[in-house]
């Protein structure tokens, strides 16, 4: 069972919590109820599909020999390495990404079905898409330089839509607009931890973002999405499209800066670069649950 927790990257799975906590919440302050069984059953379903990309982008990486080449091995990068150190084989590691795929699909096709019209199926079928051609099949898309876009996509915008729409069946401006800043926190989690990885990714053909500005003036995207971030929640929330609660997410702006002048440092030296990318998932997980309780509490006030 350890193999199987390590090979899923279990404690990365806050990037599957906090957006349905920001969508859950968000429905909860416009209909004034929640439903803890959908909302469970949507975290289950995400889960099992994150599972599923984690296990099937190690397998892919794993074919094209990029975690071979990956020398700067750390929790953050390099994929699980249980391919690698022969925990897993990558027959057992194809099979469990399938098997969690076909859970996260059922769960999906359950909540499809007890909610009203197809919006989580078509929500579902994209996420689907995605995980099978992360880095696998013909397209390989995180291979094409899109990888960032269809993380942040997927586990941001689409994931808080959906946990909305389950219980508030519609869809909204604010649901779209919660989804932003979560999209681009866990966007810049993924584009911090392709830093270490920018040697392997490079002999692999892997175009990253990184590989293609190369590390350096990749900094300045990492600035960027950062930045992004917090306009994402200030605006909304004094244009009333959020609550001016929200605006308690932005008090994670220092450990923002914290991480942004430790990249500019130390982008190109490993492990020197670690700490950032260990702070870079505590600022996702922060911000997206202050979000998610500002709208709780604006509720409950």
Request: hydrophobic share 50%; aromatic share 10%; with cysteine.
């Amino acid at each position: 069972m350890r193999r199987w927790i390590k090979a899923i990257r279990a404690p990365f799975f806050t990037a599957s919590l906090v957006p349905v906590v920001v969508g859950t919440s968000l429905a909860y302050l416009h209909t004034g109820t929640v439903n803890l069984v959908y909302a469970l059953l949507c975290l289950t379903g995400l889960i099992s599909l994150h599972a599923s990309v984690n296990l099937l982008n190690d397998y892919g990486d794993h074919i094209t020999g990029n975690d071979w080449y990956n020398k700067n091995i750390s929790p953050f990068n390099a994929g699980s390495r249980s391919i690698q150190n022969k925990e897993l084989t990558p027959r057992e590691v194809l099979i469990g990404g399938i098997i969690t795929l076909i859970l996260g699909s059922l769960a999906g096709l359950y909540l499809n079905y007890v909610s009203h019209g197809n919006v989580i199926l078509i929500l579902g079928l994209i996420g689907v898409f995605s995980v099978l051609f992360y880095t696998l099949g013909p397209l390989r898309l995180g291979y094409r330089g899109v990888g960032e876009l269809m993380v942040g996509v997927n586990f941001g915008i689409l994931s808080v839509l959906g946990a909305y729409y389950l219980q508030a069946n519609k869809i909204t401006l604010p649901a779209i607009l919660a989804g932003i800043p979560v999209a681009l926190l866990i966007t810049a989690v993924l584009y911090i931890n392709e830093f270490p990885d920018h040697y392997a990714d490079k002999m692999a053909d892997k175009r990253t973002l990184i590989v293609i500005l190369g590390p350096d003036k990749a900094r300045v995207g990492f600035y960027i999405i950062i930045i992004g971030t917090y306009v994402s929640i200030f605006l909304p929330a004094i244009l009333g499209e959020f609550t001016t609660l929200s605006l308690i997410s932005l008090i994670t702006i220092p450990l923002a800066i914290k991480i942004t002048l430790h990249l500019r440092r130390y982008y190109d030296k490993f492990p020197d670069i670690i700490p950032a990318n260990a702070r870079t998932v505590q600022l996702h997980l922060i911000t997206g649950l202050l979000l998610g309780l500002s709208f709780i509490t604006t509720r409950l006030l």
